[in-house]
């Protein structure tokens, strides 16, 4: 028999993130290490009208996938609108914020590696 993790996204607990300087967002660890997961945590984010993750950088690469909703992405130096269905890779050391400027819940899949 194959074990897999199978529940509805709804199932997974809606948390505060640890990092500062965020405005309105709450995420949930749909796969993560206590999954069994050990190279790859797959994360939600549902960001409320007017909300913000912090503008920051990291040592590691992530992959972003738009489910709902629009905003702005910032970098430092510019903005770039994006939208349901949009997709980002975002490079390691790159400076990043994602900003819901919408009137609706912006939800977005996030998937990193493992920090060493």
């Not at 910032?74 to 400027?101: A, I, L, R």
């Amino acid at each position: 028999m194959i074990v897999v993790k199978h529940v509805h996204y709804s199932e997974v607990e809606l948390e505060e993130p640890a990092e500062q300087e965020v405005k309105d967002v709450k995420l949930r660890w749909l796969i993560s290490k206590k999954d069994g997961a050990e190279n790859f945590a797959m994360r939600l984010f549902e960001i409320q009208p007017g909300g913000y993750t912090p503008l920051h950088q990291h040592n590691w690469e992530h992959e972003v996938f738009v489910l709902e909703g629009d905003g702005i992405t910032n970098n430092k130096t510019s903005e770039e609108p994006f939208k349901q269905g949009d997709v980002f890779f975002v490079p390691s050391m790159e400076w990043h914020q994602f900003v819901n400027t919408g009137k609706n819940t912006l939800k977005f899949l996030c998937l990193i590696p493992y920090k060493e």
